[in-house]
């Protein structure tokens, strides 16, 4: 019988023996978490072999919960702190061990789910809801993940600024992560953004673009993204560059970030703006978050105005929004 728990999950201290001994008594053998009612638990256990789940957290997220418990991240008391009975290496070892549990290639992982900026589209593919506000413009945004890799988005945004028609216009988006890779701490993703002529949009858009984000050294992380308009009748009206840097990890819960965009249009003034930002982790898990700050343009046509802009986000597929406070 020890033999056969050996061969199959490997010597005592390793992730698998651990997860048998330590886990599986609520996650199940396979990590897929044991009915509630055999349990007692309030909660149902986390399901650790979900692919969509495990790889949009951190290795280090997870090192933190089974550390400390559940509840210094927000979660159910159920989850126990296993920080004072384990060494580092061996909640290392179990974390990674649940984390493979998942078992098929190809999913982007966490760590390169760089925190959102104003104007760059995030590389990464979110379940994410994003309402902004920029001067007084609000704009109402749903993201949702397909499979691995591809992530649809509708945005509806809305203008309150005195002149008739309110509702500006509307935008259909797919993304898709065509390359990603955790040692180098980067990813690639292209997609295409849509507006058909409806609110204040009397022509049909469509802007393909080429986002990535990269994490330089740790402490700085850069995300850009290339985008071309074209405009039905148009053809192609304008180029748009954005760059934004920020700091690789949160000071507190913030990240200050500033971001640059140059926009290059067939016809007309090239324009260049900066965007000085604050991203804030909101909830203690981290799936609510805001961002402050400001547009300020810095060539372009007169009269160039600051803009103040924020948003709050719901990052749905991490927890529910009551939960993780
Ligand atoms: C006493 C039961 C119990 C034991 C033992 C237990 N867990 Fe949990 N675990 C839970 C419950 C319940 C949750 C869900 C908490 C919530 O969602 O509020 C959870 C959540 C988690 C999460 C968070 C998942 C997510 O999606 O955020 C991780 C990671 C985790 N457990 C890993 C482990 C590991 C690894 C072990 C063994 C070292 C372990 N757990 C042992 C009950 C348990």
Redesign the pocket.
């Known amino acids: 019988m020890v033999a056969l728990l050996l061969a199959t999950q490997g010597p005592p201290d390793s992730g698998g023996a ?2 048998q001994a ?2 599986k ?3 199940g053998a396979d990590g897929r978490g044991t009915p509630a009612a055999t ?1 007692r ?1 309030e ?4 399901d ?1 072999k979900d692919c969509k ?2 790889t949009a ?1 951190t290795e280090d997220r ?1 090192v933190g ?2 550390a400390q418990g ?1 509840a210094a991240f927000g ?2 008391l ?3 702190a ?1 920080g004072d009975a384990a060494t580092p290496e061996q909640i290392r070892a ?2 990674r061990y ?1 984390r493979s549990l998942c078992g098929e290639p190809g999913w982007p992982p966490g760590e390169l789910n760089f925190p959102r900026a104003f104007v760059v589209e995030k590389a990464y593919p979110e379940d994410e809801v994003v309402i902004t506000d920029e001067a007084r413009g609000q704009e109402f945004i749903y993201e949702h993940r397909l499979g691995k890799r591809f992530q649809m988005e509708a945005s509806a945004r809305t203008a309150f600024d005195g002149l008739p028609n309110s509702f500006d216009g509307a935008t259909a988006a797919l993304k898709f992560n065509a390359w990603h890779s955790l040692e180098r701490r980067a990813l690639a993703s292209f997609g295409v953004e849509v507006t058909p002529p409806l609110g204040r949009q009397t022509l049909w858009e469509v802007e393909p673009f080429f986002a990535f984000g990269a994490s330089l050294a740790s402490a700085l992380m850069v995300q850009g993204q290339v985008v071309t308009t074209w405009e039905e009748a148009g053809g192609v009206t304008a180029w748009s560059y954005r760059l934004g840097v920020g700091g690789g990890r949160e000071i507190g819960r913030v990240v200050p970030m500033v971001e640059a965009e140059w926009v290059v249009p067939g016809a007309g003034e090239r324009t260049l703006s900066f965007y000085p930002q604050m991203w804030v982790r909101l909830s203690r898990l981290g799936h609510v978050a805001a961002s402050f700050g400001a547009e300020l343009p810095a060539v372009g046509p007169e009269p160039r105005h600051p803009k103040l802009i924020a948003f709050v986000l719901w990052d749905y597929g991490d ?1 529910p929004l009551l ?1 993780g406070w």
């Open positions: 651990l997860f330590w886990c008594s609520c996650h349990t638990l909660v149902p256990p986390a650790l789940a495990s957290e997870w919960i089974v559940g979660l159910s159920d989850m126990p296993f179990v974390v649940a927890a939960r």
